[in-house]
């Protein structure tokens, strides 16, 4: 930054997350989020939107989702194709009422990023988020084309829960080792037999469990077992991340899973995933389970959205079918295909599930 430039920012009135107001981009995104553009003036931020992204480099603080929380400001004067963008912008929010102001600076902040367009300061003060105009979402916007977004019908993400949104360290049978011994794999396979039924909400599993304990001479009460092998359960940080873009990106998320009432318990208390979703529905609580299509329309109908809004990932085959019967867009994939897969399958559908700005 030379001394004395002058750098300016167009901004709506009302500040985000970020603490400061939110640029003119942003500002038009949440009236596109709320559904409030006309079809012309959706068409036009996106041939805007697109033009910039194409023409001005994207600041590489975004490549992590921005966690300095920088904000960018142009080098003054802004070139003339580039004024006559934001005059655009500019025209749209006018059109609905939501004020901004164009702010010159000299010291915008501590910069992080600078190109030949642009630089990316760190503000030097933050304030709380203000109340938004009537209608307006606060939500953060994303990197690249927001067009495939725009136009996909998928509105909702509902995730299976076990080796997609959480894992069970090392596996069921190590888990089961140190309670059976060589006889881990029987072990699992028979317990996973006789809590079958109450995956559907029919009986209690630990009872049950109990039975197959004294089976195998498990001297341990059943309620330790269950505790060190069913409640064993560790959530998978990158899955809850692109949980939370799509939060902030304005889908709604969900949980759909095939648990009896005692893991659910956990899942819900200790683990506290009902916070995180939108709708938590397990398949004991529905009276049916995956892969049932009659699971998969109960969701929908709990959710509130035409099956055809609704995006299910499951790390099962069978379970994807079933969602797809049930009319459900769905997609199979683990933990262990990694994040950018499971990234790529949601961009596919026009869903986009990246970190946000």
Same mark, same amino acid.
């Given at each position: 930054?030379?001394?004395?430039?002058?750098?300016?920012?167009?901004?709506?009135?009302?500040?985000?997350?970020?603490?400061?107001?939110? @640029?003119?981009? !942003?500002?038009? $995104?949440?009236?596109?989020?709320?559904?409030?553009?006309?079809? &012309?003036? *959706? %068409?036009?931020? #996106?041939?805007?939107?697109?033009?910039?992204?194409?023409?001005?480099?994207?600041?590489?603080?975004?490549?992590?989702?921005?966690?300095?929380?920088?904000?960018?400001?142009?080098?003054?004067?802004?070139?003339?194709?580039?004024?006559?963008?934001?005059?655009?912008?500019?025209?749209?929010?006018?059109?609905?009422?939501?004020?901004?102001?164009?702010?010159?600076?000299?010291?915008? @902040?501590?910069? !992080?990023?600078? $190109?030949?367009?642009?630089?990316?300061?760190?503000?030097?003060? &933050?304030? *709380? %988020?203000?109340? #938004?105009?009537?209608?307006?979402?606060?939500?953060?916007?994303?990197?690249?084309?927001?067009?495939?977004?725009?136009?996909?019908?998928?509105?909702?993400?509902?995730?299976?829960?076990?080796?997609?949104?959480?894992?069970?360290?090392?596996?069921?049978?190590?888990?089961?080792?140190?309670?059976?011994?060589?006889?881990?794999?029987?072990?699992?396979?028979?317990?996973?037999?006789?809590?079958?039924?109450?995956?559907?909400?029919?009986?209690?599993?630990?009872?049950?469990?109990?039975?197959?304990?004294?089976?195998?001479?498990?001297?341990?009460?059943?309620?330790?077992?269950?505790?060190?092998?069913?409640?064993?359960?560790?959530?998978?940080?990158?899955?809850?991340?692109?949980?939370?873009?799509?939060?902030?990106?304005?889908?709604?998320?969900?949980?759909?899973?095939?648990?009896?009432?005692?893991?659910?318990?956990?899942?819900?208390?200790?683990?506290?995933?009902?916070?995180?979703?939108?709708?938590?529905?397990?398949?004991?609580?529905?009276?049916?389970?995956?892969?049932?299509?009659?699971?998969?329309?109960?969701?929908?109908?709990?959710?509130?959205?035409?099956?055809?809004?609704?995006?299910?990932?499951?790390?099962?085959?069978?379970?994807?079918?079933?969602?797809?019967?049930?009319?459900?867009?769905?997609?199979?994939?683990?933990?262990?295909?990694?994040?950018?897969?499971?990234?790529?399958?949601?961009?596919?559908?026009?869903?986009?599930?990246?970190?946000?700005?």
């Amino acid at each position: 930054m030379r001394p004395s430039e002058t750098f300016v920012r167009v901004q709506a009135t009302y500040c985000g997350r970020l603490g400061v107001e939110v @640029g003119i981009f !942003v500002a038009v $995104d949440h009236l596109r989020r709320a559904g409030l553009l006309t079809a &012309r003036e *959706e %068409a036009d931020y #996106l041939d805007v939107d697109d033009w910039f992204t194409e023409h001005l480099p994207n600041p590489d603080f975004y490549g992590d989702g921005n966690t300095v929380g920088a904000v960018t400001w142009f080098h003054a004067p802004v070139p003339e194709d580039m004024q006559q963008r934001v005059d655009r912008l500019c025209d749209i929010l006018r059109a609905h009422g939501v004020e901004f102001d164009v702010v010159h600076s000299t010291d915008p @902040g501590t910069v !992080v990023y600078q $190109d030949e367009f642009q630089v990316g300061v760190v503000p030097r003060v &933050r304030r *709380e %988020a203000t109340p #938004l105009p009537d209608g307006v979402v606060l939500a953060p916007t994303t990197p690249g084309s927001k067009r495939a977004v725009a136009v996909s019908p998928i509105r909702h993400v509902l995730f299976d829960a076990d080796d997609v949104l959480q894992v069970v360290p090392g596996g069921w049978e190590a888990l089961a080792a140190p309670v059976v011994g060589d006889r881990a794999r029987e072990f699992v396979r028979r317990a996973w037999a006789v809590e079958r039924p109450t995956l559907a909400g029919v009986g209690d599993f630990i009872p049950l469990l109990a039975e197959v304990v004294a089976e195998f001479g498990v001297s341990a009460p059943v309620e330790q077992v269950f505790a060190d092998i069913w409640c064993r359960i560790e959530p998978v940080a990158a899955s809850f991340e692109v949980v939370d873009a799509l939060r902030r990106n304005g889908y709604g998320v969900h949980l759909r899973t095939n648990q009896d009432g005692r893991r659910a318990a956990h899942m819900r208390d200790v683990l506290g995933y009902d916070a995180v979703f939108g709708t938590s529905c397990y398949s004991y609580d529905l009276g049916v389970a995956k892969p049932d299509p009659a699971f998969f329309t109960e969701a929908a109908r709990r959710i509130d959205a035409d099956p055809a809004t609704i995006l299910f990932v499951d790390d099962t085959l069978a379970n994807v079918e079933g969602a797809r019967a049930a009319g459900l867009v769905a997609e199979r994939w683990t933990v262990a295909d990694g994040t950018p897969v499971l990234i790529d399958l949601l961009g596919a559908h026009g869903v986009d599930g990246r970190a946000t700005i």
